[in-house]
């Protein structure tokens, strides 16, 4: 399975890269990783899973267990925006 990885850096920076890294799968957000479970070329570094996405773009919740989609009953915030009337 290819994943496509966005590895962020203090400064703003982001990097792009697809890889097939078997070792990701069942990991949790904020997990840290080491760099060399993505990429040999990454042995040097390790990396907190911050946040993922399914196929079809849904994002990962961290308090939601599991794999697949789940009702969870949401307040504002997290996942939801308020309803701004409009006026007239």
Do not use: Q, W
Not at 61 to 88: A, C, F, Q, W
């Amino acid at each position: 399975m290819v994943f496509k990885i966005n590895i962020g850096t203090k400064s703003g920076k982001t990097y792009k890269l697809e890889a097939e890294a078997p070792l990701i799968i069942g990991k949790k957000i904020n997990e840290k990783i080491k760099g060399e479970e993505i990429n040999s070329d990454l042995k040097d570094y390790e990396f907190e899973i911050s946040g993922a996405s399914d196929s079809s773009g849904f994002p990962a919740i961290k308090d939601v267990e599991g794999v697949g989609l789940k009702k969870v009953l949401l307040t504002y915030g997290r996942g939801m925006k308020k309803h701004i009337p409009l006026s007239n």
